[in-house]
């Protein structure tokens, strides 16, 4: 029997592997864009990779967070929850694709920029129904297989994207490129999972509409939208909002820094998918349990993101000059200021992943609300101002209106800490 911690730690470098592919693909061609092409390039690169991700985020609904709480309880409801959810992924992607070619025109662009947008704005309908299939082997705590396509497809991304660049195809290619690999991956994960060897099998079937199976967990899930609305604002939005105000070359400029951000994250995805299930269980097990494997997340995350923070300060001008080449001077003070959200981010994991447990979302909506408020707020008042710079300041200054409240309810609600349970033990 492998230990909590060994389990934990393993599917944490796992769902890295997994996370990080998943955008590296996207990442290392925006590097190259940015290297050898110019910030007008990487800044419309960084715009279709910023609407993809937003609609994308909106056609997932907090569906995959419900289906992976619901699962690692009883594994043999995973056919259902995948049968049943998938025919919402379909139209809400569709939908917001629709809703997104309806009000690309009216937005100030260049035609290069709207149709890269566009063109990968629509992998996310095949991206949404694949996340349903991850899903379901992130709650079986068995990331192998999943971890193993992302990081295949996102090799291709790299490759055909390098490729691309070198033919001096329209950058618009790209965009059909990551469509045509995001089909890859879903046909991929659903292959592996209705091929699942160890375990119960996974049935699936039923695939009659369900009304009231949709709205029992739309309404329970809508609270995940709401703080999946505060990510995109504190994590995504940014580059919306500056391209506002300031062209294309700005945004790429201010991309460069984002980008490197967006990397770092994913170091606590990767342990939020991983611990998620195990405090899903720990919460139904006993207090004693539960507040050990949050306490110890607690400090694992925060003492990692600080010296990662520290790190990513000091060395901040050669890590844009190794990634970027020189001349990233402005790209590079953004950076140590953006960075200091990894180490918030870090702090939340815990708190958002044991409030999701608890099934209390409804109470991290409201802190949502506060952060993303305050983040709109600030960004539209400084970005006129001061630029990307001004974006960088306001997206760190806000996290802290959601941060503070999540683990303060936690603390009064679900489970108060104690010394001894945030220290290290040995495992026998």
């Not at 940015?34 to 910030?39: C, G, P, V």
Request: net charge positive; with cysteine.
């Amino acid at each position: 029997m492998i230990s909590l911690r060994r389990r934990v730690l393993q599917n944490s470098l796992l769902n890295l592997i997994a996370s990080v592919s998943q955008r590296a693909g996207q990442a290392l061609v925006f590097i190259l864009i940015a290297r050898f092409l110019s910030n007008q390039d990487a800044g419309a690169y960084s715009l279709a990779n910023t609407y993809t991700s937003i609609l994308l985020a909106f056609s997932f609904w907090g569906l995959d967070q419900i289906l992976i709480r619901e699962v690692a309880k009883r594994e043999e409801v995973a056919g259902r929850y995948v049968t049943g959810f998938l025919l919402l992924r379909l139209v809400l992607s569709l939908l917001l694709w629709l809703a997104l070619a309806l009000v690309m025109p009216l937005l100030p662009y260049s035609a290069q920029s709207k149709q890269l947008i566009l063109v990968m704005a629509l992998s996310i309908v095949p991206t949404s129904i694949a996340n349903l299939y991850q899903s379901v082997w992130i709650a079986f705590e068995d990331v192998r297989a999943i971890s193993a396509i992302l990081l295949l497809f996102s090799i291709m991304r790299v490759l055909g994207g390098a490729v691309l660049l070198f033919l001096a195809q329209p950058i618009v290619w790209i965009g059909y490129l990551f469509i045509a690999a995001s089909l890859g991956e879903l046909v991929a994960n659903i292959w592996i999972t209705h091929r699942r060897r160890d375990g119960p099998p996974v049935s699936f079937g039923g695939w009659r509409p369900d009304a009231r199976f949709w709205l029992e967990n739309l309404r329970t899930a809508t609270p995940l939208i709401v703080v999946s609305l505060v990510l995109i604002v504190e994590y995504q939005f940014d580059v919306v909002i500056l391209s506002f105000f300031r062209p294309e070359a700005q945004v790429g400029v201010y991309s460069k820094a984002s980008m490197l951000l967006t990397l770092l994250l994913f170091l606590t995805r990767s342990y939020q998918l991983a611990i998620f299930p195990v405090i899903s269980r720990a919460y139904e097990k006993s207090q004693q349990s539960l507040r050990r494997v949050y306490g110890r997340s607690l400090t694992f995350l925060l003492t990692g993101g600080v010296v990662i923070a520290l790190l990513v300060t000091a060395l901040a001008d050669f890590i844009m000059t190794l990634v970027y080449g020189p001349g990233n001077d402005e790209a590079a003070v953004i950076l140590r200021i953006l960075v200091w959200a990894f180490v918030i981010s870090a702090f939340n994991v815990p708190n958002s992943r044991l409030i999701i447990a608890a099934d209390r979302q409804k109470a991290i909506a409201y802190f949502a609300i506060m952060s993303m408020t305050g983040n709109l707020l600030l960004s539209l008042w400084m970005a006129p101002r001061y630029g990307g710079l001004g974006i960088a300041m306001a997206r760190v200054a806000a996290m802290p209106l959601y941060s503070i409240p999540a683990f303060l309810y936690v603390q009064r609600h679900i489970c108060a800490l104690n010394w001894r349970s945030l220290m290290p033990r040995t495992q026998r």
